[in-house]
């Protein structure tokens, strides 16, 4: 009799299914971004999900240029506010701090997050422009008291890499941005690609079936029906991590690479983005948001971060021709 085949049940891809160590992701790697000072690096909320019509920009698509409809996710983008900007240079384990300046009368919110910084005096900005240095970046910090759907006014502090070709523009860019805000097309425009980095929405601990999808024992097992047949054989005596066991489900760090930016709205009020009724779990967009293609990871109101893309290999399109935004009731009314 042949042996019997089928597909392992559950993707290895992201094992270990671990939780994630912080709400809000930690981004590792930036590319080479534009020649041109500018920041690699943004932050969102997520808000939820509706559709759209609009023309097929995909040239290869059995649909292309006819009137298509898509998922999308709104993203509120308030403007970033700058608190610091910092040289790093390579070590032997990693990029070590040669400089750090802060700007001054910075918002009165960011005391929820770190004690109150005075700024930096005129000798240690002289000595951060004198300083050489390999990669420059700048500490960014949210400012949820702009946002309606969140509750939390404290604000998240991260840091984004300045691109640039030449270093001295760069460290000039970044002295140049100390105690601004940053909107959002600083990063990017419609058309563009972005990597989004996120945490998914958690879901605690589950058993065998729900987390890894495997077969029901039969009816007439003599002990459980939700669990697995066996840990493996005897020899070797371990339990490899191939076997589907029950653990952490959700709340797992993720990246979505290559998400298309369809819009851009700047003023809600004018260019109306809430449907009736306000977005479920968070209400209404009163500050900017931006309109991606497709699905996005963590439930409304986690902050998601931006990134220019890692991989990008797509052409950029010049203008998304959107028909319609749907603003209907995402309720069920």
Known sequence: MARRHR????????????RAARPVPRIRSWPEGPKQP????????????????????????????????????????????????????????????????WGRELSPALERRIPAHPGSTEEELAEFAATSA??????????PQLVVGVPSKTPTLFEVRVSGEKFEDRRAFALQQL?????????TKEGEFLDVLGVTKGFGFQGHIQRWGV????RKNSKHRRMIGTLGPHNPSFVSYRIPQAGQQGYHRRTQF????LKIVRDP??????PAGGFPHYGDVRSACVVLHGSL????????RFRIPLRSRVAVVEKVDIRYLSTRSKQGA
Do not use: C, W
């Open 7 to 18: 597909p392992r049940r559950g993707s290895l891809a992201y094992s270990p299914r671990s």
């Open 38 to 101: 500018s920041i690699e690096g943004f932050a969102g909320f997520k808000v939820g999900m509706t559709h759209a019509f609009m023309v097929d920009y995909r040239k290869r698509s059995t649909t292309a240029g006819q009137e298509i409809s898509v998922p999308v996710t709104v993203v509120e983008v308030p403007p970033l506010r700058v608190a610091a900007a910092r040289l790093y240079r390579r070590a032997p384990y990693g990029f070590r701090i040669v400089g750090e300046v």
């Open 134 to 143: 390999e990669e420059v970046r700048l500490v960014l910090f949210t400012q």
């Open 179 to 187: 105690g601004t805000e940053l909107p959002i097309d600083k990063l």
């Open 215 to 218: 077969k029901l024992q039969p």
């Open 258 to 261: 290559n998400m298309r930016v």
């Open 269 to 274: 009020a004018t260019d109306p983005v809430t």
């Open 297 to 304: 990871p963590g439930p409304a109101k986690r902050l998601l």
